[in-house]
């Protein structure tokens, strides 16, 4: 029971750093939130008043998420496991394969356990880089399906004659 109760504690202290405070995302720096209109934002000058410096409201109008947030950690995971975990898993499962490859041909070639364990590393290697090919293909599908690319298809013109 007590190390469920710390557990709760700590997930209530983290949960409580992790989510931003609605107010204080709300305006931009300089600005304060519109107590009369909640989509407006108010800035802090001593000049307020004298024209339009209404500013909108940066948050999401319908109390929603602010995407803004959830596209950095997003494209933090996706950094992560796109250029730093999938290239280092498959050099594991590229080296687990050419061990058991080893193991099979060259170490044990008269061993026919040394052959087993070979023909073994080879399987999971293999197996082990189907698993991170198929995961990678998940992670970039679920990411064009998500959030879509704004940049638009840059594939050069062929030349003209």
Known sequence: MKKISRFAALFVFVALFAVPLPASAACPVGYTPDLNNSANCIPNSPT????????PNTSSQSGGVNETYLRLYYD??????NSYLVPILIAI???????GVFNYFIYGASDETKRKEGRQFVLWGIIGLVIIFSTWALVNI???????????NTAPTPPRL
Do not use: E
């Open 48 to 55: 307020y008043g004298a024209g339009p410096q209404i500013v």
């Open 76 to 81: 933090l995971v996706l950094t992560v496991v």
């Open 93 to 99: 499962s590229f080296i687990v394969f050419l061990w």
């Open 142 to 152: 679920v990411k064009g399906t998500l959030f879509p690319t704004t940049v638009q």
